[in-house]
């Protein structure tokens, strides 16, 4: 194959998987409107949800499901039951078509760098298909370890955003700009995408520890709780994966960004560090995240201010890889 039919045939997946991923989000939010028709409890550590076949044997007899929480009976369970059936089918469909997703944007990144003879992240295009490539492969390794195919709602949806606004900052296949002739660019970006990957993760994770929290605050333990929301894990099972995923991140990001970040700005520009905006926030999203790391650890600082604080991080993590790029000029504006 030519260099311009890599480079076509990478355009065609991208676009490709952004559909398939839009139907992917689609299927998760079908699992939750099915969810929320069904008789919740509260998920073990670990878990997402349980099974319709146990959730309609929690409901038969009337006398309240684990926990404490009521139930219906008659007709309620059946059709408790048969929604239960309807989101678990729904879940599955949406993790099929995640992998689908997942494996036709890693074939587009592996043609766009072959058709541009490089690593395929040399712009801001190249970077949202290699970095949600890198965020799918994180949350499918999760699903395989953690079991939380429950966020991905917020995964495929964020992607979709990602991967659709990509196309008003896209750029042909072509060389690298001087300054990122160097192999810490590989080094640099790479372990950028993966503690990024790990912090979108996280930030989910956190956003549905907030909905999950006030949700218990505003319904009494022995009300009728019937929803998506109470098939979720619970909310210390959610507070302890966005503190993993973090602690994890934490040390690739401190890497990537300050350490292999100001070795590839000696090399480029005959400078470590030069205050330029995208290392500003780049060390303000550090001081962000590490201020999170450090109030758990020490102070056992758990919950609502810490999911808050999580989301903070992520917010400044965002910004420095758009917001930067195409609002404020620097030595970082042949990223755009």
Not at 51 to 80: K, N
Not at 92 to 106: C, D
Not at 220 to 245: K, N, S
Not at 263 to 280: L, T
Request: one cysteine or more; glycine letters at 12%; aromatic letters at 14%.
């Amino acid at each position: 194959m030519t260099l311009e039919g890599y480079a076509n045939f990478s355009n065609y997946a991208v676009a490709a998987a952004t559909v398939v991923l839009a139907l992917a989000w689609l299927s998760y939010v079908a699992e939750w409107a099915f969810g929320r028709r069904q008789l919740g409890v509260a998920a073990a550590p670990g878990s997402t949800t349980r099974t319709a076949t146990a959730s309609a044997e929690a409901h038969v007899d009337g006398t309240g499901g684990p926990g404490g929480v009521a139930t219906r009976t008659g007709s309620g369970a059946d059709a408790g039951a048969d929604a239960g059936l309807r989101s678990d089918a729904a879940r599955r469909i949406a993790l099929s078509l995640t992998v689908l997703a997942w494996a036709v944007l890693v074939a587009a990144v592996v043609a766009r760098g072959l058709a541009a003879q490089r690593v395929p992240w040399g712009n801001m295009f190249e970077f949202a298909c290699a970095a949600i490539a890198v965020v799918l492969t994180v949350y499918l390794i999760l699903v395989r370890l953690q079991q939380v195919e429950w966020l991905g709602g917020i995964v495929t949806g964020f992607g979709v955003v990602v991967l659709g606004s990509s196309i008003t900052y896209y750029v042909p296949a072509g060389p690298l700009v001087p300054a990122l002739h160097s192999y810490w660019l590989v080094i640099h970006v790479a372990a950028a995408m993966i503690a990024g990957g790990a912090f979108l993760v996280g930030a989910g994770a956190s956003a549905l520890y907030l909905l999950k929290s006030r949700a218990e605050r505003r319904t009494p333990q022995t009300a009728d709780r019937v929803g998506y929301i109470w098939r979720l894990p619970t909310t210390a099972a959610m507070d302890q994966l966005a503190y993993r995923v973090h602690a994890f991140a934490f040390p690739i990001w401190t890497f990537g960004a300050l350490i292999a970040g100001p070795i590839w700005a000696q090399y480029a520009w005959g400078r470590y560090w030069g205050w330029d905006p995208k290392e500003v926030w780049a060390f303000i999203t550090w001081v962000v995240y590490a201020g999170y790391l450090h109030a758990r650890a020490t102070a056992g600082w758990k919950g609502k201010g810490a999911a808050v604080l999580a989301l903070v991080g992520f917010a400044c993590f965002l910004f420095n890889f758009v917001g930067v790029n195409l609002f404020i000029s620097g030595l970082h504006s042949y990223a755009k």
